[in-house]
């Protein structure tokens, strides 16, 4: 335990002085301060796997995408990768990724439609190995689900203007699109990032 806590008070101290260097901004807010700090402890402590290790979910997954980015094993709301879990509209769950994560997500993985359990969906596997099952949950609009099985819509952490935020879906034989926006009100799936 005082050997965990030297580690952090050492690591705020080094960061701390070098706080002119933009890359010790996590939480890109222009300045390093104490919730940057945070942010890298919490990082360095989370546990991350290539795969699920056993039926407590959610899990963080680690698909050796450069930006060093983890993947939740389920979607929001789920108790297991290919549970639909809930679905939400723009903003509501605030860990959803970024247009960037998107993007290196589909350029850094290999992608094959698959059903798991009985459930159809999307298979990433990064360079490393590390895998995430998306299931095909479609959406809801106001309170019907539709495209289930053959679309999957999940939220970005971008509003793009007015009531549009960006949304990433993919569907069936491959087709993946990171650049799409829709309708805040509708209800799609959240994949949380860290």
Known sequence: MRKTLLLIVLLASAITANA???KYDLNGDGKVNVADVTDLVNYILTPCYKSCPDGKHPHWIDLGLPSGTLWRCCNE?????????GYYEFGDVATAPSVDQIKELRNCTTRVWTTRNGVK???LTGSNGGSIFLPAAGLRVEEEVSQAGTVGYYWTSIQATGDDAYEWLF????????????ILWYEHSVRSVH
């Open 77 to 85: 709301g789920a108790s297991s990768p290919e549970a639909f879990g």
């Open 121 to 123: 969906g999307l298979k």
């Open 20 to 22: 002119q260097k933009a």
């Open 171 to 182: 569907y069936m034989e491959d087709g993946f699109s990171t650049d799409h926006f829709t």
